[in-house]
């Protein structure tokens, strides 16, 4: 399985970031998602989307943050708009949960995101 992020960076408070995720993984049978781990914290699960196309969130980013896919560019999407410190952490692109809706089997590198 192939997941390859990018569109991490740096921002001020308030600004937006589009994280991108291109798979090898048959996004229309899978679930995938973004996972995300800040320093000293463990890994949390930010948001996810069925195979249906059924999309989840967690209540810290439910209403700023956006996930969306583009099944024939087997490409996921993660629109972060006005962002917080607090989302500052490495992020990482995932698939397939063994433990709906974010305990994924398989991972990316990750991209930092900043927030300032």
């Known amino acids: 399985v192939q997941l390859v992020e990018s569109g991490g960076g740096s921002v001020q408070a308030g600004g937006s970031l589009r994280l991108s995720c291109v798979t090898s993984v048959n996004m229309s049978r899978a679930c995938m998602g973004w996972l995300r781990q800040a320093p000293g914290k463990v890994r949390e699960g930010v948001a996810s989307?069925?195979?249906?196309?059924?999309?989840h969130y967690v209540s810290d980013v439910k209403g700023r943050f956006t996930l969306s896919r583009d099944v024939a560019k087997n490409t996921l999407t993660l629109q972060m708009n006005s962002l917080k410190p607090e989302d500052t952490a490495m992020y990482y692109c995932?698939?397939?949960?063994?433990?709906?809706?974010?305990?994924?089997?398989?991972w990316g590198q990750g991209t930092q995101v900043t927030v300032s």
């Open positions: 995932a698939a397939d949960p063994k433990v709906p809706p974010y305990d994924f089997e398989y």
């Open positions: 989307i069925d195979g249906d196309g059924t999309t």
